[in-house]
């Protein structure tokens, strides 16, 4: 069996393609306008973001100030223990302002916390809303080429990249300059031999904890993307369980899921081992530089040449700069995770929306209900200039109806799809009473044209909720009614809880011919101009097919009808139908009209309507 976890695919300059692209190489300008862009939006919290600033400057002030004050607690001590009738006093002052400094350096932290987090989550919470804003106004042909497990990476590891970029990156840039640098320069400033020895270990560890974050930082896009490659097994799995037990294909998806899973296991490991050996060799450097202090500090304390105080103040500092030196690293990761992730959510949110409402467009306005479609040319984007559909011409009036049928791949959904505009045309026009459909606003359009898919998506609430999604506000008797016209009534009421059963996920409860009816019912609680099944009654029997059919009299006479189907039965009533064949309209005509023409709609519904038998005994007789 052929295994379907490769994901890999082909150079493109696609927009979305160049975004979901799983790399750290991006580009230096990119990264920067990134980091840019995310500098001006956090200025929208002007007071949260100077709060985080002054509480971090009072914190690494008091922070500092600790080992000074231990190290004179220190002398304080050895000096009343030499002289034991020395007053206490100093000792007790000194122990005092240690535990007030130790208060306020913990409030001032706990204010620097809070301020850096409250403005990531502020911001993460505008792009979150910014992203699900483009994702619903991102047309159909970026859909059709983008994976919807990709979006979720964007919208929720990609931001919370951006998220944390704040707190972590410039927050701690300010944190460890400060700690770094001023406490450097008071060690040197206090015995200069003894402030290199206890800085020795700084350049190694900034150096190896910036080298094993960025390496880190590599392999997590790398086992991101692995992961990614496991949800979307997973994803299918799921989606596909009814196919996966009628083929008994557990094992096989079993086998399948285990090698996904197992290159992502590989890759933890090693990510495992390089932070431990990183967290080790830092360790070393650490303990070796206190080591090399202690010696020389302990000579100098020997010879009277300075204080124990002050070597435990050398001792404070080097246990004070350990933590941020450490960090140095995750400073820099993030400053490389925020370009990245930012350079990636930017470009979905500048993403052009090609199918959009022109600026100062008005609502359309129907008055006589007529659908006009005028040498209408279509071609996907991906499909090298083939035009899927090609010059179909046509009129329909209020309460007129028309057919579409063709083989699989005529084009019959694609021109479904450009009446409401899911994609613009490429040549020609379509205008409902004399509007061009690119010339008013899209809501207007979509509540005036509305589709009846074959494929029915259903939303994990109750009946009524998916049947009123198009109108929240519907009262019961619209919902039973349009629920009567889709044939659908008296199923729901044979359900324990009527209107208010739960369906399951996608509709998952359900057979394939209720949840056709629950999308028809759905789309009638809209009524629009112009009503469009597109193939949705194939999962549903003739007799209530018929029945639907009979409902939907009432609701053709004030709108323009069209449907798409295989099976004749469902269209033959039509004012006009048109047979596609490869984009284009071979054949147009009635019912009637079309059979006395003897061509290809003749030979589809003598392939149907006539018995198999006679059809058979033909096909020899003209082998």
Sequence with gaps: MADTTSTDVGPSDDPSERLFRRTNKVGGGLGLEALNRINRMMLRYPR???????????????????PVLLGRAVDETQALAANPDMGRGGLVTIALTLLLVSIGRGLFTMAQNYSAESVGHALAHDLRLSVYNKIQHLPFSFH????????????????????????????????????????????????????????????????????????????????????????????????GIRVVRAFSAANHELDKFDRASKTALDLSHDRVKIRVMNSSAMTLAFFTAMGLVLWVGGRKVAAGDMSVGTLATFLTFMTILQMPVRQLGLMVNAYARASTCGARLFLLLDMKVDVDTKPGAPDLEVTEGTLKLDD????YESADGHRAIANVSFEAKRGETVGIVGAPGSGKTTLMHLIPRYYDVNHGSISIDGQDIR???????????????????????????????????????RIHGVSESAQLHDYVLRLPQGYRTV??????????????????????????????????????????????????????????????????????????ILFLEEGKVVEQGTHEELLALGGRYRALHDLQMRPEGDVLDEMEANQ
């Design 439 to 477: 010339d008013v606003t899209l809501s207007s359009l979509r509540r005036a044209v509305a589709v009846v898919q074959q494929d029915s998506f259903l939303f994990t609430t109750t009946i009524e909720n998916n049947i009123a999604y198009g109108n929240p506000r519907a009262q019961d008797r």
């Design 144 to 239: 059709d080429r983008t994976h919807s497990g990709d979006l979720i990476t964007v919208g929720m590891l990609d931001l919370e990249g951006v998220r944390m970029y704040f707190s972590t990156a410039l927050v701690r840039t300010l944190l460890l300059v400060l700690l770094i640098g001023v406490g450097a320069a008071m060690l040197l400033s206090m015995d200069f031999v003894l402030g290199l020895l206890a800085l020795s270990f700084v350049p190694f560890a900034a150096w190896r904890s910036s080298v094993t974050q960025l390496t880190l930082r590599s392999t997590w896009i790398e086992l991101q993307e692995r992961l990614a490659v496991l949800s979307r097994v997973m994803e299918e799995n799921l989606a």
């Design 503 to 576: 369906v399951g996920e996608r509709g998952v409860s359900l057979s394939g011919g209720q949840r056709q009816r629950l999308s028809i019912a759905r789309t009638l609680m809209l009524e629009p101009a112009v009503l469009i099944f597109d193939d949705s009654t194939a999962a549903i029997d003739a007799g209530t097919e018929g029945r639907i059919r009979s409902a939907m009299r009432n609701y053709a006479a004030d709108r323009v009808t069209i449907i798409v189907a295989h099976r004749l039965n469902s269209l033959m009533h039509a004012d006009q």
């Design 376 to 379: 209408v040319s279509f071609a």
């Design 48 to 66: 949260r973001v100077a709060v985080a600033f002054v509480a971090t400057l009072v914190a690494v002030a008091l922070q500092l100030s600790i």
